[in-house]
């Protein structure tokens, strides 16, 4: 069941030379209803404009917006059963949370009995039906923003679209606000569409995350599948923090399948690595071996039968970052120590800044891009 249809859309802006900026390029994604698909990229990549071309806010130059089987791309954003979520909530501090509530309907002229009985639907649903005669600053920010949603579900939207609502607030309570929208969400199991740049924000948000990078979408997909299979180098190092390392390796055929040869290791790959390897546009001498810091491991807390000389490599500790659940390690080849790579291992290591250790790389989880 499709909600909403973003067909083949471009989006060119003129500067102020008169040159064209294409923003958005292409753009084709069926969202379904109830899914929370977030569109997430560096700053200028189109994520803003993707939203108002749907919110009717700005007009694709090139392709359709459909919302509930409708074209409605030539349509006013009052007619399109959308809601808009802001940033700063936008709540009006001398009205009280019904009357805040309720402003959308009372503009619109709806009776004051349907007016009383969606707000007190929607306070249900957002449990904040105690709190409707308070002021806005007798309140929580995590309130706030669900009487900041309120005022959206009120009108009954098929679609909320939110742009970077929680960019504004101080890392603790945005992850806080995280875990809010995310309950809220299955709650109200409305169709969303949510931008950010913040790759944590859409891997805990979306039921699946759309990259763009330069007006361009790379991938889309659940967000475990694109941890786990980036197309590309670009999804590759957006997706996941601390990022994935990149070490240019060459890849040679071997009597029985393929080796990739980098400046200090050696790892021998395993089958379905490579298995698209024909269909490659680069040089197999200039390949980019992708792995992850948790997919390197310290041999030394290891049981090391596991582990054959095809999948370690030897490196020069630089800086060493408890976290708790795990040690965070910035590292140098032992040879060169301007290349530099991560890893993520067992808070039982005990490696010190200064020395060499051996790393074992988990060869299913490394990835290979025809690029560098
Ligand atoms: P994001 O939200 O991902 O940061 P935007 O959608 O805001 O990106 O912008 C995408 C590109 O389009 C940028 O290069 C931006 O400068 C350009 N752009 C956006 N709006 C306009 C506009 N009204 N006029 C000209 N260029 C614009
Ligand atoms: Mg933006």
Redesign the pocket.
Known sequence: DINVQIEDVTKV???DEGND?V?VEDLDIDIRRGEFLVFV?P????????LRMVAGLETPTEGKIRIEDEDVTGYDPRERGIAMVFQNYALYPHMTVAENMSFPLRIRNYPSDEIDDRVDEAAELLEIDDLLDRKPSQLSGGQQQRVALGRAIVREPSVFLMDEPLSNLDAKLRVQMRTELNEIHQRVGKTTIY?THDQAEAMTLGDRVAV?ND?TLQQIGPPQYLYDNPVNRFVAGFIGEPPMNFLPVSIRETNDGYDAVGEFFEFELPRDVVRDIDEWDGSLDHVTLGVRPEDLSNLSVLDHDEYTENSTLDASVKVVEPMGSDKFLTLTSPTDDTTEFSARVSPESTVAPGESISLAANLEKIHLFDER
């Open positions: 802006f003129q500067n900026i923003a990229g700053s200028g990549c189109g994520k803003t404009t993707s931008v763009l007006g």
